[in-house]
T-cell receptor, first 114, second 115 residues
Framework: ETGVTQSPTHLIKTRGQQVTLRCSSQ?????VSWYQQALGQGPQFIFQ???????GRGNFPPRFSGLQFPNYSSELNVNALELDDSALYLC?????????????FGPGTRLTVL | QQQVKQSPQSLIVQKGGISIINCAYE??????FPWYQQFPGKGPALLIA?????SEKKEGRFTISFNKSAKQFSLHIMDSQPGDSATYFC??????????????FGRGTQLTVWP
């Protein structure tokens, strides 16, 4: 059974650019959640996708958007990058959107905005 | 606004000692309280979780104590080992309403266990 994978591992962008991060969910999982983890902080919920539909959103501006594909993999897109967007971006997959279903996290993508 | 407050920020414990990390929450609608362990370069991994209908849950060397009236919960690591050195996050969530599936994390505690 393959775990959650994310790509790329590291990414450096400049302010104003756009970025796409990718997540492959664990086999059999139909729910993907995205989190932003700033240095020295806990992860902050961005949004969740369940069966290709957005199923909840945290306190992030519309320039953070996402997609979930029929194979339940997912993308996080961030437009007009700002310096404060520098963080580790984590995706987590689970079977079903209930919080009682364990969320399995990937290793993250480290985004640096210069 | 930090929904879950965690302390201490860092903790140093001798091998064999007890590590204690505390968390407090405000939202009484939370009904699921997991703890996550994160090693450098890895994503968080679920360690142990509790629901508010019990006051304690133990799994091996790890115990969650839950105080519903005080809105506090804590993680106890007995017989701490160097391999336990990691960052620990408490979290809270509710399984209904608009925040379904969302985990609210504390800021984390960096635990170092000296051999």
């Amino acid at each position: 059974e393959t775990g959650v994978t994310q790509s790329p591992t590291h990414l450096i962008k400049t302010r104003g650019q756009q970025v796409t991060l990718r997540c492959s969910s664990q086999s059999g999982h139909n729910t993907v959640s995205w989190y932003q983890q700033a240095l020295g902080q806990g992860p902050q919920f961005i949004f969740q996708y369940y069966r290709e539909e957005e199923n909840g959103r945290g306190n992030f501006p519309p320039r953070f958007s996402g997609l979930q594909f029929p194979n339940y993999s997912s993308e996080l897109n961030v437009n007009a990058l700002e310096l404060d967007d520098s963080a580790l971006y984590l995706c987590a997959s689970s079977f079903g959107s209930s919080i009682y279903n364990e969320q399995f996290f990937g290793p993250g993508t480290r985004l640096t905005v210069l | 606004q930090q929904q879950v407050k965690q302390s201490p920020q860092s903790l140093i414990v001798q091998k064999g000692g007890i590590s204690i990390i505390n968390c407090a929450y405000e939202n009484t609608a939370f009904d699921y309280f997991p703890w996550y362990q994160q090693f450098p370069g890895k994503g968080p991994a679920l360690l142990i979780a509790i629901r508010p209908d019990v006051s304690e849950k133990k799994e091996g060397r790890f115990t969650i104590s839950f105080n519903k009236s005080a809105k506090q919960f804590s993680l106890h690591i007995m017989d701490s080992q160097p391999g336990d050195s990691a960052t620990y996050f408490c979290a809270a969530s509710r399984d209904r309403g608009s925040t379904l599936g969302r985990l609210y994390f504390g800021r984390g505690t960096q635990l170092t266990v000296w051999p």
